[in-house]
């Protein structure tokens, strides 16, 4: 856990991963979150998963049905603990 007041916190990151990954977020909050997660395995590890999440979801159409969804995203999250 970093202390200073430049330095992102883990809970912080996860605010805004979503921000993030859909690229919506200024520069310098991108690089504070590549900072952070370059230092950080965990909170490098649930960018990954939130980014496979985002992927898996993603290539569904919009008739695909709640539960096939949920099992995608589940799957991408199995996938990723694997690795």
């Keep these: 856990m970093t202390t200073g007041t430049d330095e992102m916190q883990c809970r912080e990151l996860i605010e805004l991963v979503t921000d993030y990954l859909e690229g919506?977020?200024?520069?310098?909050?991108?690089e504070r979150i590549e900072v952070h997660a370059g230092e950080c395995a965990w909170c490098e590890r649930y960018v990954e998963q939130t980014r496979q999440v985002i992927g898996a979801l993603g290539a569904l159409d919009e008739g695909a049905a709640?539960?096939?969804?949920?099992?995608?995203a589940l799957a991408a999250f199995r996938d990723q603990q694997r690795r």
């Design 24 to 30: 919506t977020i200024a520069e310098a909050e991108r």
């Design 66 to 72: 709640g539960g096939e969804a949920w099992e995608r």
